[in-house]
């Protein structure tokens, strides 16, 4: 079946988990809805987190596109900017993927040793691929700073992702933005632009 059969069960997991939930979603489930064995199904997967892993990978994967956007280095920084923060509300209105994540994390954080690895690497990759985003838009060297502005800002989607889920309501969505707009056309630019002076 190779990658054709991977992403045929990471639909039909996608389909189970919109229908029973996540804890209810069931390996037999999924390979009844992806028309395979739950053998076939082991064949790619050791557990029901390691497909749920891949069902949120699948749909959380906008750093990845906009780091080869921005590599390419084809594209204007006002483009790369618009592109980040248009990521950013897609991000915010991926209820399922953000509640796999959390899910996920949660799992990973009580013992799941499979699951921790797994996110330790997505953090990493995501945390590198944005930060080479930002290292090929400011033309600026890769540096400790240069790393943690990444890190924070994955930090900061993460946190307005989890206040959506949790319904908190404290600041309105447009502000929200308002503030990421600022940040992405002015508070970056000026901070790496003192990352070039030091």
Known sequence: MGKAGRMKIIEAARSIISEYGIQGATIRQIAKQAGVSTGAIYHYYQSKEAILYDVMDE?????????????????KLEVINKEIFESMQRRYQKDAESRLQFYLAHEAIIGNEELKLKF???????????????IQAYEIKPSPLTEAAATSTIAVIDGIA??????????????????????????????FQTLREE
């Open 59 to 75: 749909g959380l994967s906008d750093v990845k596109r906009i780091s080869e956007i921005a590599t390419d280095g084809k594209e």
């Open 162 to 191: 989890l206040q959506i889920l949790l319904e908190t309501d404290t600041v309105h969505i447009t502000h929200i933005n308002r503030v990421l707009e600022f940040m992405l056309n002015e508070g970056y630019p000026h901070f």
């Open 120 to 134: 330790q690497h997505k953090y990493q990759d995501w945390i590198r691929r944005l930060e080479n985003i930002f």
